[in-house]
């Protein structure tokens, strides 16, 4: 674990792992001003939908655009967290209306949201207190199998096995 949190190495489909390019990645959002840069660029369609962003193992937001791995918007590396995140103009100024650990790239446990907080507010942006949607994630013992566990049902939905109370996703954690 780094001094903010766990980090988290990518756990997904190798196929979109092997697709990342060298020097590829989000934009790195480390200040304001690369914040009001990147957000002046964007389109009414885009700002209407969240972006996918990671917080690198460097401290530091990524943002791109909805649709984009999380894989790629890391440049391939671990992250502190991962999710999607919509912002929101408020009494001139943007802040964050809705962020989430939503990322089965790397299924960040909810537990990280510190990092999150920490990435946001070195930026300036106003936020909520925590993700306001929290993904729990678990893989199966049994099968290995990632799940999205729901309504508190720790129950693998590929082979109907237990899944365990603490976030086990990656194997080599």
Same mark, same amino acid.
């Not at 990322?103 to 949201?113: E, K, L, N, Q, R």
């Given at each position: 674990?780094?001094?903010?949190?766990?980090?988290?190495?990518?756990?997904?489909?190798?196929?979109?792992?092997?697709?990342?390019?060298?020097?590829?990645?989000?934009?790195?959002?480390?200040?304001?001003?690369?914040?009001?840069?990147?957000?002046?660029?964007?389109?009414?369609?885009?700002?209407?939908?969240?972006?996918?962003?990671?917080?690198?193992?460097?401290?530091?937001?990524?943002?791109?655009?909805?649709?984009?791995?999380?894989?790629?918007?890391?440049?391939? #590396?671990?992250?502190?967290?991962?999710? $999607?995140?919509?912002? +929101? %103009? =408020?009494? !001139?100024?943007?802040? @964050?209306?809705?962020? &989430?650990?939503?990322?089965?790239?790397?299924?960040?446990?909810?537990?990280?949201?510190?990092?999150?907080?920490?990435?946001?507010?070195?930026?300036?942006?106003?936020?909520?207190?925590?993700?306001?949607?929290?993904?729990?994630? #678990?893989?199966?013992?049994?099968?290995? $199998?990632?799940?999205? +566990? %729901? =309504?508190? !049902?720790?129950?693998? @939905?590929?082979?109907? &096995?237990?899944?365990?109370?603490?976030?086990?996703?990656?194997?080599?954690?």
């Amino acid at each position: 674990m780094s001094a903010r949190g766990r980090s988290y190495r990518y756990v997904g489909p190798v196929e979109l792992e092997v697709a990342v390019r060298p020097g590829g990645g989000g934009c790195r959002i480390g200040s304001a001003a690369d914040f009001d840069r990147w957000i002046a660029e964007r389109s009414a369609a885009e700002l209407a939908e969240p972006f996918t962003f990671v917080v690198g193992t460097d401290g530091v937001l990524r943002l791109a655009p909805r649709r984009s791995e999380h894989v790629a918007c890391a440049g391939g #590396r671990m992250v502190l967290s991962a999710g $999607e995140i919509g912002f +929101v %103009r =408020e009494a !001139d100024r943007w802040t @964050v209306g809705e962020v &989430s650990n939503q990322s089965t790239g790397y299924c960040p446990d909810v537990i990280s949201w510190p990092a999150v907080a920490h990435a946001l507010d070195g930026v300036g942006l106003g936020r909520p207190s925590g993700f306001t949607h929290e993904v729990v994630f #678990r893989r199966c013992p049994d099968c290995q $199998e990632h799940n999205i +566990v %729901r =309504e508190d !049902d720790f129950v693998c @939905v590929f082979c109907g &096995s237990d899944l365990p109370e603490a976030w086990n996703v990656d194997p080599t954690v």
